[in-house]
């Protein structure tokens, strides 16, 4: 009864707060707001980070993701508004501003033939000295691009290998951390849906289409209280919305896999500013395992085994005002069946739909979402009896979850309010069985409630933005308050002082074992029951556990300053503190039963408590212009953990990790373009093997068994120090070549050459622990693609 009291006070005091401000912003101010949205007269998409500004002033907007503006401060009388972009021909627009009047204006813009000069003053500038963007990456389809193609087609994956901060384990299963988080902290967005796991077993591939993709944002810390439930990073993906002038598609096959894109209208979109329906199609699959017998049997005789697909589809209906609605869902499949030692299989389904709402007589953007996604994986392994995979010993795991959550935005000249609620749900179903025989096993239902408010305040040259989000995990009964501060000094033209910190909760946790030679397997589970509740600090106190939650605290503290105007330099210094984590233990070999109710936590809980530290500095140097983009990014980093007994550096421990990727435009018509990326990234960690000792079976002779000299088919190995070896260094070349061939019938193809690994590197995969031999990762592999837009 009391838990249900507390959630409805909770929920009325969100509710109170967001009426409560949507009341307070209906209050006309001194001047009027002009604002709408900027679309591309071609398609109908919108064109995002525009330029939208009063001439001869100071006074505008970039517009943002869905290509909206707000100019909160339009003085009363005549002015003109103008749209710059250097991909599109300047517009300006007159406008007789009324005190308190709200003038709504959707502006289509025409493609510049002629790419305009360095004069042209870019949003992204001006948004750096009015936004924090604190550890933040905006990807659009140009960037993603930019980093050679792994078969011919660029991949939101292996964009995300170069963003400063994330370590990748490998090309084959390889999983994303992200400065000190692992893959579970990381909440990964797809049009509001939760994508559990954004990454298939080929490490080079993600399960999304980059020719959809419109913008991903990615926090690589010290994010918002607009985003919970994550203690690590967030990755924000916008797909677009579908051609709303006619209908186009796009194939491309390669040795890799092939797709296939498809978008139109439904009802066609005039500049008079008519509602609209356009869709969007894409799916994609690998066939990887067949071609490899063909084309790379140099690698493995027996083929790669790496198999996927991936589907995706979007109606998009839009009012004449802008606002809109979308409806979307996916199916995402994977499965890996490598070398008689595992037969893996995932697979990730969801839908949703979410809406943009622009009332008509307040300055207020209403954004609302509602989906649900479902994730199963199942892992069976060799049984080392038999020789043969055992699929009754396979371990499973599943989660269903879903989203409701509504979002207000509040413009007040250049200060920005936005605060919003979300309900999160999910039922997790997990079972596993550790290295020593002992099951664990876990069925749970639970929602979370959070609220939050984040205030951007802009003042002569410094940028506040505070904010908070309060949490509530009703199956635990835990509130987690959770205050975020974001600053930015503005100390001339191109220098840029920032700082953003927080703090975060999550109740998702993974399970993966650290035995795993291969690890593939990624289990979720929420806050676990069977959890010790003595946890022994570091200095040797014990205390008892207050919460079951997964908590952290950010620091960040960096500079930008713009070197020339293509030169721009980004300096971030960061520290995580990881007040408690959830993980398996790994030294369980005792059930927790009233027999056992002795013995320590540590040797008879399915899960563990850990705390943990990740620190250190990211240097990304970048030049843009309309023929050449180079990205250099340099991280340097320490993680730690300690899980009771002792510090340990975890798997994705990477001290030193260079990334080098360019971008060259060739030609008079552009037609040719190369891109290259070298990373390097210094030796990882692993466990080593000290030695074997043969396995005596008592249930023979009992305890008169003579271990001396029994002998015994079966050995057991002994392993050194937790993570204490670290394998070699790991670098590698990729290399692109692209042509563009315009067609007769306006049509276009593309080829690409591409080599990954361009010298055959030799970067160690995993050592196999009984015949102690070294297993690399993959060598060169040319392919060469095609594709055809139509």
């Known amino acids: 009864m009391n838990s249900i009291i507390i959630k409805k006070q909770f929920l009325s005091t969100i ?130 691009q930019a980093v050679p193609a792994i078969g011919g087609e660029a991949d939101l994956a292996t964009y995300f290998q170069t963003v400063p901060g994330v370590v990748s384990t490998g090309d084959q299963g390889g999983q994303m951390y992200i400065r000190g988080g692992s893959p579970v902290q990381n909440k990964v967005l797809l049009d509001g849906m939760v994508i559990y796991n954004p990454f298939h077993s080929i490490g080079f591939f993600s399960v999304f289409d980059t020719e959809i993709i419109r913008n991903a944002d990615i926090y690589t810390g010290g994010f918002g209280a607009e985003y919970g439930g994550r203690i690590s990073s967030i990755m924000d993906i916008t797909t677009k919305d579908g051609n709303k002038q006619k209908f186009t598609g796009r194939v491309a096959v390669n040795p890799f896999g092939s797709k296939l894109t498809l978008e139109g209208p439904i009802k066609k979109m005039k500049e008079g500013g008519n509602s609209t329906i356009s869709y969007v199609l894409s799916g994609k699959t690998s066939y990887l395992e067949k071609t490899s017998k063909v084309l790379y049997s140099y690698v493995d005789t027996a083929g790669l085994p790496y198999n996927y697909t991936d589907l995706y589809g979007k109606i998009s209906i839009n009012g004449g005002n802008g606002s809109k609605a979308n409806f979307f869902g996916f199916n995402f499949t994977d499965n890996v069946k490598w070398k008689e030692l595992l037969d893996l299989n995932w697979k990730s389904r969801g839908a949703g739909a979410n809406f943009v709402m622009v009332p008509a007589a307040t300055p207020v953007l209403i954004k609302g979402r509602f989906n649900f996604s479902n994730y199963d994986i199942t892992l069976a392994e060799t049984d080392p009896n038999t020789g043969l995979i055992d699929k009754k010993k396979a371990r499973n795991s599943s989660i269903d979850g879903f989203t409701l959550g509504f979002d207000f935005k509040y413009f007040k000249k250049d200060d920005e309010i936005k605060y919003g609620l979300e309900i999160n749900g999910f039922k997790t179903n997990f079972n596993f069985e550790n290295s020593v025989g002992r099951k664990i096993e876990q069925v749970d239902n639970t929602t979370a409630v959070s609220g939050y408010l984040d205030y951007k305040i802009v003042r002569n040259r410094f940028v506040i933005n505070p904010g908070f989000r309060l949490q509530y995990y009703t199956s635990l009964g835990n509130f987690s308050p959770e205050p975020r501060l974001g600053i930015k000094f503005n100390a001339n033209e191109k220098l840029r002082i920032k700082f953003a910190g927080g703090v975060y909760s999550q109740n998702l946790i993974s399970s993966n074992s650290d035995r795993d030679v291969v690890n593939l397997f990624y289990g979720f589970l929420s806050g676990p029951d069977n959890l010790q509740d003595d946890i022994k600090k570091e200095n040797g106190e014990v205390v008892k556990r207050k919460h079951k939650l997964q908590k952290a605290n950010h620091a960040i503290l960096g500079f930008e300053y713009d070197l020339t105007k293509r030169w721009g330099l980004n300096v971030e210094g960061y520290y995580k503190r990881f007040t408690q984590l959830t993980n398996m233990n790994r030294n369980k070999i005792y059930n927790d039963d009233a027999n056992n109710s002795k013995i320590p936590d540590l040797l008879k809980k399915d899960f563990i408590i850990e705390t943990g530290n990740a620190y250190g500095t990211d240097f990304v140097l970048k030049y843009t212009d309309d023929r050449i983009y180079l990205w250099a990014v340099y991280s340097i980093g320490k993680v730690t953990r300690w899980d009771g007994t002792q510090t340990y550096s975890p798997v994705f421990d990477r001290r030193h990790n260079v990334n080098l990727v360019g971008t060259y435009i060739m030609g008079e018509k552009k037609k040719w373009e190369l891109n290259a990326r070298w990373n390097f990234g210094t030796g990882l960690p692993f466990t080593q093997i000290q030695g074997f000792t043969q396995f005596v079976d008592f249930n023979q002779g009992g305890i008169g068994t003579d271990y001396t000299t029994s002998n015994s088919n079966n050995v057991d190995i002994v392993y050194g120090g937790l993570y204490k070896g670290r394998l070699s260094t790991y670098h590698r070349l990729d290399l692109a070549l692209k042509r563009k061939v315009v067609l007769k019938n306006k049509t276009k193809m593309e080829i690409t050459a591409s080599v990954t690994n361009v010298y055959s590197r030799k970067n160690i995969f995993y050592v196999e622990p009984v015949s102690n031999t070294k297993v690399n990762q993959l060598p060169i592999l040319p392919s060469l693609g095609f594709s055809w837009r139509f």
């Open 15 to 144: 509710l109170f707060v967001a009426f409560s401000l949507f009341s307070f912003v209906a209050v006309a101010q001194n001047t009027g707001v002009i604002r709408g949205f900027v679309y591309d007269k071609a398609d109908g998409e919108p064109v995002m980070f525009t330029n939208v500004k009063i001439k001869g002033t100071g006074i505008g907007s970039p517009t943002d993701v869905n290509g909206f503006y707000q100019i909160s401060n339009a003085p009363v009388g005549k002015v003109t508004i103008e749209v710059t972009n250097i991909q599109y021909v300047t517009k300006e627009i007159t406008f007789d501003v009324t005190k308190g009047k709200i003038y709504t204006k959707n502006i289509y813009l025409e493609v510049n033939e002629k790419m305009l000069g360095e004069v042209e003053i870019s949003a992204e500038g001006q948004e750096n000295k009015k936004q924090v963007k604190m550890s933040m990456i905006k990807a659009t389809k140009k960037e993603i």
